[in-house]
DNA sequence: AATAAAACTTTACGCGCGTAAGTTTTATGT
DNA sequence: ACATAAAACTTACGCGCGTAAAGTTTTATT
């Protein structure tokens, strides 16, 4: 730095001025900057810059399984618009580990980020860190509520979405049972909740099929239980509500196997839904009917939030954004 | 860091080395060290460590599009593999983006990672941006290949898998056209042109059919132009094999909603096969025929090959390490 | 018990940059 | 032309840690 703002003719205070606010030096000053950028291509470094500053513009996500893509598809909302508003995202993904979620947490503190977005574990997650950890950093989370910790959740209303689909699937045929695994987070038991609330109020008896399998591998998880389910005639319904797509996905395709035919039309036997409306849901065999979660939505406002947040123009109390679902009819019921 | 070394009784200086290597220290000194660790939980800075080290154990990832389910895979084994072989990898995705990508690059410089695992953009690279990143960063480049550029690379055999396919796809039925779009790597040519040879070598006219879209919407170009392919009826044979498996979700999904029936049973009338074995093919509509990279290989290899590099166990020699396909008979073809 | 080797401590400097304080230069108004 | 404020300069220190050098203590060897 010190030999490229000798290049340049001006001094490194100036130039480390420069480039932290290149509005914030004289007209002159800042041309001869530029022209010597041009011929040498000096780039700080970022790691540097954020060891003594107190806010950085670095910005941790952190998402519990990136391979599943409905968080991959939030991440990439959420990079763009950080990397668009002159943020650095920085993303991680804890691989469904406690361990792992942990160590990330503890190394994104010293990244000193501007703020984190958060989709905890849920259940998986180790209460105390995460909740030291919101203490230290500005911090958002999504997708998965834990009950006061961080400065304000984002995600959507289950006890909206799944009473919705509910009330579809007894409006058309059978009133449907619910397919779910143990639960690996809050929304997990929310939708069973709600599920059990819904069929209630309609003096229905809710049935629950518990598929083993406690972690994120939800579409061999519906497989494998699947398969087990239909051969042993588990199944209390010809409709299957399942706790989210993936289980979906993975249920459908035990069913293909087995041969027997999904779908609302009348030569078919089951009908099954899901919820998420997962990147691959419409692409199924047959097409899912789903909830269609507003992604888009979701990490726009998780994003705004924590902006406001990191410049100060949030209250004290904790705020809880819930996006409303809404019903994708496909194929499958 | 002071601070907690007069909590555990030793000096600052063997309190680096203790992090540094917990077995270069005498036993009585590391057991002190981690008593005091038990009650008082500190740990390095990170980002302050590779400050002023020759060599860090960070290790960067850098894909072309995170939101693609084959690269969350790909990248998940290798972060998982660079976990366990205590490394610290951090993930970037370049969206589909130059800038982004030059970008990113750029930032991970200075990060002074120990070693890079790189899959480019491809054509949408800037060539001098990242030769002269391997040029300075220990580099492996993964699935796709920039010629002479980096220390190795890694992938998988197109002029292997694609003849297999067509092999298959002429003894089983009508030869196959090729459907594409405007090639984002050089998976995409060598795969026309693997396509072209293979047809060429049994005597048969090559069909390309090209869709428009120059992005990684593999799913929606495939859906959009595939409509359009259907209505104009400028599908030239009975068979498409379509350049990757997003693109033949998408076009399986016009297909289905044009009323054509895809599969190879008889009362199908068009056959759709892809190449990948996409995490979600198998659960497609119907069962997408395919052929299977070996993700598990593929990620194995390059992190193997990265720290062989980085342990300096690798001659100047640039090696293509490149892995066979394996057709994966379903529904569709 | 003597000796060498290993491990530790103290001291000091450096990484690449942010930032504050005091001083000098430059642009603006009159 | 001079006064004044804004901007830039110089100087100095700090972030959290790595690491080298020199001296001291502990451990292993004979």
């Given at each position: 730095?010190?030999?490229?703002a000798?290049?340049?003719?001006?001094?490194?205070?100036?130039?480390?001025?420069?480039?932290?606010?290149?509005?914030?030096?004289?007209?002159?000053?800042?041309?001869k900057?530029?022209?010597?950028?041009?011929?040498?291509?000096?780039?700080?470094?970022?790691?540097?810059?954020?060891?003594?500053?107190?806010?950085?513009?670095?910005?941790?996500?952190?998402?519990?399984?990136?391979?599943?893509?409905?968080?991959?598809?939030?991440?990439?909302?959420?990079?763009?618009?950080c990397?668009?508003?002159g943020?650095?995202?920085?993303?991680?993904?804890?691989?469904?580990?406690?361990?792992?979620?942990?160590?990330?947490?503890?190394?994104?503190?010293?990244?000193?980020?501007?703020?984190?977005?958060?989709?905890?574990?849920?259940?998986?997650?180790?209460?105390?860190?995460?909740?030291?950890?919101?203490?230290?950093?500005?911090?958002?989370?999504?997708?998965s509520?834990?009950?006061?910790?961080?400065?304000?959740?984002?995600?959507?209303?289950?006890?909206?979405?799944?009473?919705?689909?509910?009330?579809?699937?007894?409006?058309?045929?059978?009133?449907?049972?619910?397919?779910?695994?143990?639960?690996?987070?809050?929304?997990?038991?929310?939708?069973?909740?709600?599920?059990?609330?819904?069929?209630?109020?309609?003096?229905?008896?809710?049935?629950?099929?518990?598929l083993?399998?406690?972690?994120?591998?939800?579409e061999?998880?519906?497989?494998?239980?699947?398969?087990?389910?239909?051969?042993?005639?588990?199944?209390?319904?010809?409709?299957?509500?399942?706790?989210?797509?993936?289980?979906?996905?993975?249920?459908?395709?035990?069913?293909?196997?087995m041969?027997?035919?999904?779908?609302?039309?009348?030569?078919?036997?089951?009908?099954?839904?899901?919820?998420?409306?997962?990147?691959?849901?419409?692409?199924?065999?047959?097409?899912?009917?789903?909830?269609?979660?507003?992604?888009?939505?979701?990490?726009?406002?998780?994003?705004?939030?924590?902006?406001?947040?990191?410049?100060?123009?949030?209250?004290?109390?904790?705020?809880?954004?819930?996006?409303?679902?809404?019903?994708?009819?496909?194929?499958?019921?």
């Amino acid at each position: 730095m010190e030999e490229f703002a000798a290049l340049s003719g001006v001094s490194r205070p100036t130039l480390s001025k420069y480039f932290n606010d290149p509005n914030s030096v004289r007209q002159s000053t800042r041309s001869k900057i530029e022209m010597a950028l041009e011929r040498h291509d000096y780039r700080p470094n970022i790691f540097a810059i954020n060891q003594n500053r107190k806010m950085t513009k670095n910005i941790g996500i952190v998402v519990p399984f990136l391979a599943d893509p409905f968080f991959a598809e939030i991440a990439r909302v959420i990079e763009r618009r950080c990397i668009d508003a002159g943020f650095w995202p920085i993303l991680f993904s804890s691989h469904g580990e406690q361990k792992l979620e942990n160590e990330i947490l503890n190394s994104l503190r010293s990244l000193k980020p501007a703020g984190v977005l958060l989709a905890p574990l849920g259940r998986g997650s180790d209460h105390s860190t995460v909740e030291q950890f919101c203490r230290d950093v500005p911090t958002v989370l999504f997708d998965s509520n834990i009950e006061g910790l961080g400065a304000a959740f984002v995600g959507s209303d289950n006890f909206q979405s799944v009473p919705l689909m509910v009330e579809y699937l007894c409006r058309t045929g059978e009133p449907p049972c619910l397919l779910e695994t143990q639960p690996v987070n809050p929304n997990a038991n929310k939708r069973r909740n709600a599920y059990k609330q819904a069929m209630e109020q309609r003096g229905l008896e809710p049935h629950i099929v518990r598929l083993d399998g406690s972690d994120w591998n939800f579409e061999d998880i519906g497989y494998d239980g699947g398969l087990r389910v239909i051969r042993n005639q588990k199944l209390p319904t010809n409709t299957v509500l399942c706790s989210n797509d993936r289980l979906a996905i993975g249920f459908m395709s035990a069913c293909l196997e087995m041969g027997i035919r999904v779908g609302r039309s009348s030569e078919c036997s089951l009908r099954v839904a899901g919820h998420d409306d997962h990147p691959f849901a419409k692409f199924t065999c047959p097409p899912l009917t789903t909830i269609a979660q507003d992604y888009a939505a979701i990490s726009e406002r998780s994003v705004e939030t924590l902006f406001l947040l990191v410049e100060g123009g949030l209250s004290g109390t904790r705020s809880e954004t819930l996006f409303e679902g809404k019903l994708v009819m496909r194929a499958s019921a």
